[in-house]
């Protein structure tokens, strides 16, 4: 089969082998593709693999060999799974390949959060330290996970080994779930505790017109001013707006994110100004190790549409 890989750069930039991918069929890879470019590039594709591109009612009809849309990544809201399904071409997804990643990268910034590791280290470097008259000094207070409750919103697969790595730091841990369901050493709350009770939140929730803005002026005047707040989920999920206005005013303590809600953001970002605002560019899936993972994966849902059996399919 012909497949086409509309934007192949984020999952392989050049450390991974597209071997096993190429070995399904013949394979044009495009590092980026723009929507204009969809139809010239995939009009003879009977598979298209895509990260980000987004692939409209209309360009769905603009491609008649089409059979199979594999997504690389994990949320599928890129494609109109509708149009797809009435055109009977299967949409398939990646669930759960970069768990890991994810949950470390949370403790990451909560670590820079409570430790101050950058600031120090960044200190050190400017001979705060070999000019100093004591053996240690620091410049903000450092807190112990053990004193601080974690609040998780969403407790599917990350937000439950987030919950597992939460207590082995000596966190007790509170979670709200649209159906709560048992979870060893975790208690099931309602969200309005969860913000008043919590000493940091994890955000863990798929994007919908329920969780858009979930938090917002209402949600973060609820929280303790010294809380903290950490977004590796979907950037709408936060009214940046809104949290830029808690942070100014110390109505919360800081805030780590891994996500905006818009990406590539813009320069004016509100949040972009504020020291306790740690943003990284959406990296928390992106180790090696789960890239590989990723693609893989993304293999065997081809092979399995190859013999007839697909696999996570989100149509």
């Known amino acids: 089969m012909n497949i086409v890989v509309l934007d192949g750069y984020t999952l392989n930039p050049g450390d991974l082998s597209w071997a096993s991918l190429q070995s399904l069929g013949h394979c044009d890879i495009y590092e980026r593709t723009s929507v204009e470019e969809i139809v010239e590039r995939a009009i003879n594709a009977e598979i298209i693999l895509t990260n980000k591109v ?101 407790l599917g697969a990350i937000g439950q080994a987030v919950a597992k790595v939460a207590q082995a730091f000596g966190m007790p841990v509170l979670a709200y779930q649209r159906t709560p369901k048992p979870v060893a050493g975790v208690k099931n709350v309602d969200l309005e505790t969860l913000f008043q009770q919590s000493d940091v939140i994890s955000l863990h929730c798929p994007l919908t017109r329920e969780t858009q803005h979930l938090v917002n002026a209402q949600s973060l005047a609820l929280m303790k001013p010294s809380a903290f707040i950490i977004n590796t989920s979907r950037g709408p999920v936060i009214d940046e707006q809104a949290l830029a206005q808690a942070l100014q005013a110390s109505k919360i303590a800081g805030a780590g994110l891994d996500v905006l809600s818009v990406e590539p953001p813009t320069p004016d970002n509100p949040l972009f100004s504020l020291s306790n605002c740690f943003i990284t560019p959406h990296i928390a899936w992106a180790t090696q190790t789960a890239r590989q993972q990723l693609l893989n994966r993304v293999v065997a849902n081809i092979q399995a549409f190859l013999q007839g059996k697909p696999q996570n399919v989100v149509n």
Do not use: C
């Open 54 to 154: 987004l692939l409209s009612r209309t360009t769905i009809a603009q491609l008649p060999k089409l059979q199979y849309i594999g997504v690389l990544a994990t949320g599928y809201n890129v494609i109109d799974a509708p149009a797809a399904r009435e055109q009977q071409i299967i949409v398939t997804n990646v669930p759960a390949y970069s768990t890991p990643s994810v949950v470390q990268m949370v403790f990451a910034l909560l670590l820079e959060l409570t430790r101050h590791v950058s600031l120090h280290a960044e200190g050190v470097r400017a001979g705060r330290w070999s000019n100093h008259q004591d053996f240690s000094y620091w410049d903000k207070p450092l807190i112990a996970l053990e004193s601080l409750t974690m609040g998780i919103v969403g």
